[in-house]
């Protein structure tokens, strides 16, 4: 059949369904706390350190909240992106592909961050360790998504990863 053509329509796989991003007061409240500890950690340790270990323990006490805080700065600068086919950090680091999430925990008791929800994926799926404070974490199976996110944000991208669930396993 020459002169024949056939187009498939494809929706978006791209299309970003739903954005989870750190709200500015708490991004802003948790570097200056986490900032404000390092730099009193290592000022104590100049000024009334009882001895050269403690001065020690200070000081890197004092430089692992500083690096810290600087981690957070960066996680939280960016946002958590929600497609058909994957949930993926702005940043193009993929946390989960949808096809592998097996159950969402929202619940009360469960252990998720906060303001968040919790992913579990089908066995032998689970990711490399992964942490961005104050945004997500990876361990295994297990991916925590929230911290200092406002609560409607991950409410409706949980809601958005269950609905694509639901209607995935009919």
Same mark, same amino acid.
């Given at each position: 059949?020459?002169?024949? +053509? $056939?187009?498939? %329509? =494809?929706?978006?796989?791209? %299309?970003?369904l739903?954005? /989870?991003?750190?709200?500015?007061?708490?991004?802003y409240?948790?570097l200056?706390?986490?900032?404000?500890? &390092?730099?009193?950690?290592?000022? $104590?340790?100049?000024?009334?350190?009882?001895? =050269?270990?403690?001065? /020690?323990?200070?000081?890197?006490?004092?430089?692992?909240?500083?690096?810290? +805080?600087?981690?957070?700065?960066?996680?939280?600068?960016? #946002?958590?992106?929600?497609?058909a086919?994957?949930?993926?950090?702005?940043?193009?680091? /993929?946390? +989960?592909?949808?096809?592998?999430?097996?159950?969402?925990?929202?619940? /009360?008791?469960? =252990? *998720?961050?906060?303001?968040?929800?919790?992913?579990?994926? *089908?066995?032998?799926?689970? &990711?490399? @360790? %992964?942490?961005?404070?104050?945004?997500?974490?990876?361990?295994? @199976?297990?991916?925590?998504?929230?911290?200092?996110t406002?609560?409607?944000?991950? *409410?409706? $991208?949980?809601?958005a990863?269950?609905?694509?669930? #639901?209607?995935?396993? $009919?």
């Amino acid at each position: 059949m020459k002169g024949f +053509a $056939m187009t498939l %329509e =494809f929706p978006d796989n791209d %299309e970003v369904l739903a954005t /989870v991003r750190a709200a500015a007061g708490r991004r802003y409240t948790g570097l200056l706390s986490l900032g404000f500890l &390092g730099l009193f950690l290592v000022y $104590m340790a100049f000024t009334s350190a009882p001895g =050269f270990g403690w001065q /020690v323990v200070l000081l890197v006490l004092g430089a692992g909240a500083i690096w810290m +805080a600087d981690r957070m700065r960066r996680a939280t600068s960016n #946002a958590i992106e929600l497609t058909a086919t994957i949930l993926r950090d702005s940043d193009g680091t /993929v946390i +989960a592909r949808i096809e592998d999430i097996e159950h969402i925990d929202r619940g /009360v008791f469960a =252990f *998720k961050p906060s303001n968040g929800f919790l992913l579990r994926t *089908k066995a032998g799926t689970g &990711g490399t @360790r %992964e942490w961005r404070p104050g945004l997500w974490w990876r361990m295994g @199976r297990r991916i925590g998504i929230g911290g200092m996110t406002p609560g409607r944000q991950t *409410k409706y $991208m949980a809601e958005a990863i269950a609905t694509i669930i #639901a209607t995935r396993d $009919m």
